[in-house]
């Protein structure tokens, strides 16, 4: 059973425009969420990350948004820009219990120029 | 600052063998967390050490296994190694607290 989901496996912007990637969870004590991306062969890099006592985080191009009620946050890069073009996983946490993120399956962004 | 470090990049094992992978976290970081990423299963959590001891375990087969020196340095161990085993390993490190975890670029396994 998939705990953190993300429907959408892939994903293309023109350059310049919003992307938005979507992430749901269904367990309702998870309180920590981040959000990565990796280019092939790499490890993933952390992005922005947002706690449960927030709404909305943001850093640069990058803004997440957590709506608790719906067990769902989302990652708008404006603009997007063809280097952004990754695959993007969210990963969740209940913090009281350390490191043990859950991550979904990942979103591939394309972004044309 | 160095980053999260992994040895070997590249593994190429029999089934029935053993291997073991190594990580060296960013200075500073006492966390460490390894993941198995696999095309069908995405990231799956291993386990977690903090201060040389096994904070938390994902559902992983006894096979898999890990430990972590003084240095925070660790170590995954797999033993009696399956053709489902190949994949790409993951270590991340993290600071003091809870937060985002720093990844290394992964061991990638082949076991034929």
């Known amino acids: 059973d998939q705990q953190v989901k993300q429907n959408s496996p892939s994903l293309s912007v023109q350059e310049g425009r919003i992307s938005i990637l979507n992430c749901d969870y269904t367990?309702?004590?998870?309180?920590?969420f981040l959000w990565y991306k990796k280019y092939p062969a790499e490890g993933p890099t952390f992005l922005i990350s947002?706690?449960?006592?927030?709404d909305k985080n943001e850093d640069g191009r990058f803004t997440v948004f957590l709506n608790k009620s719906a067990k769902h946050l989302s990652l708008h890069i404006v603009p997007s820009q063809p280097g952004d073009s990754a695959v993007y996983f969210c990963?969740?946490?209940?913090?009281?219990?350390?490191?043990?993120?859950?991550f979904g399956p990942g979103t591939r962004l394309s972004v044309l120029p | 600052k160095a980053g999260v470090t992994q040895t070997p990049r590249y593994l190429i094992k029999t089934r029935g063998q053993q291997v073991t992978l190594s990580c060296s976290p960013i200075?500073?970081?006492?966390?460490v967390s390894w993941y198995q990423q696999t095309p069908g299963q995405g990231l799956q959590f291993l386990f977690e050490y903090f201060s040389e001891t096994q904070r938390n375990k994902g559902n992983f087969p006894g096979r898999f296994s890990g430990r972590q020196f003084s240095n925070s340095r660790s170590e995954m161990n797999v033993s009696t190694l399956e053709l489902g085993d190949s994949a790409l390993y993951l270590c991340?490190?993290?600071?003091?607290?809870?937060?985002?975890?720093?990844f290394g670029p992964g061991t990638r396994l082949t076991v034929t």
């Open positions: 990963a969740a946490s209940e913090r009281n219990y350390g490191q043990n993120f859950v």
């Open positions: 947002i706690s449960s006592i927030k």
């Open positions: 367990n309702s004590m998870f309180d920590y």
């Open positions: 200075s500073g970081h006492r966390s």
């Open positions: 991340a490190s993290s600071g003091p607290g809870l937060g985002e975890q720093y």
